[in-house]
């Protein structure tokens, strides 16, 4: 089969695709022939030689991705509630070795759902480690509830996008921050309030905040904290909180104060497809490209100004 395999970490010339031995699968898996996948910030960042490089720098090759959607070939021998010919989609081993860029993929049973039959292979590719962290930013790690003010940095990027969309169906009231030209975009998604975080300063506007969803990094956390409640809720999503970012939480005598890791999960992934099928979430595909195009994939997610999702279709 066909793979893109990391020859080093670095550039995208580092992306290579090579023909290799088909994965088998163990008892707990399923071998899924790949039809779409979905490129978030972390495969780039991971080829860059950060986030997750150094945990995969033993394998042999090493193969990054980890959303997926596609066809169920063959089941392993305890595995009950899938079967051979089934389409399915989830972000799988993560955090692990992926091995997503592929035409076939072995993939423990657990992570993955069922695609809902309203959606494609690329919107279900789409709606999965980013749909995923939205929804465990909400219901695992914070406790958003109905009528709480929510604020959500990047609300039309990847994550961000799914959150307002996710947050409104939970009864919040969304304020979403992006740069001016996606203020539309923005408010289609249901939010009622944004920010223009090239030209407004957030923290002078914003006060008595209930929950806030922080995706950027860097200052912004403090100055999020500042826009909540005394025992509101902050979950971070770039990177661990520090010492000093945990002083500034503790003034504000929180509540919640997480740095957020999502994790695979099957169980969370058919909450998912739920929501798809009803039509209460939708994914917003940016670009699609084609496998042999991945490097270019990986440059526009690079670029930092992706709208939604890019989509790689095998």
């Not at 695979?264 to 496998?291: C, H, N, Q, R, W």
Request: net charge negative.
């Amino acid at each position: 089969m066909k793979a893109i395999v990391l020859k080093d970490f670095g550039s995208v010339d580092n992306l290579e695709i090579k023909d290799i031995a088909m994965p088998e699968i163990s008892a707990d898996e399923v071998l899924v022939r790949v039809k779409a996948i979905s490129i978030n910030p972390v495969d780039v960042k991971t080829r860059q030689g950060y986030v997750l490089a150094d945990s995969l720098r033993d394998f042999e090759p090493i193969i990054l991705g980890w959303d997926i959607s596609g066809v169920i070939e063959s089941t392993g021998k305890n595995v009950k509630n899938l079967a051979r010919g089934q389409n399915v989609f989830g972000m799988v081993n993560f955090v692990g070795h992926g091995k997503g860029y592929a035409e076939y993929v072995a993939v423990p049973a657990a992570h993955l759902a069922i695609m809902p039959e309203n959606i494609s292979y690329s919107e279900a590719a789409a709606s999965t480690l980013a749909a995923l962290t939205a929804w465990q930013a909400f219901t695992y790690y914070g406790k958003l509830k109905k009528g709480d003010k929510v604020l959500i940095h990047g609300a039309s990027g990847g994550v961000g996008h799914f959150a307002v969309q996710i947050a409104r169906h939970l009864g919040a009231y969304v304020i979403g921050t992006s740069s001016e030209k996606n203020k539309d975009f923005v408010f289609s998604l249901g939010a009622q309030e944004h920010i223009d975080y090239k030209n407004q300063k957030f923290e002078n506007e914003l006060n008595n905040l209930d929950f806030v969803l922080e995706t950027i990094g860097g200052a912004n956390f403090v100055k999020s904290v500042k826009t909540l409640r005394n025992k509101g809720t902050i979950v971070n999503l770039p990177a661990p909180v520090s010492e000093a970012d945990k002083e500034s939480a503790n003034e504000k005598e929180l509540i919640s104060c997480f740095f957020m890791g999502v994790f695979s999960s099957g169980t969370d992934m058919a909450k998912i497809a739920e929501l798809l099928e009803a039509k209460i979430i939708k994914p917003y595909i940016y670009k699609v490209y084609a496998f042999n195009e991945m490097k270019e994939a990986h440059l526009e997610v690079e670029s930092g100004t992706v709208k939604g999702k890019v989509i790689v279709e095998l």
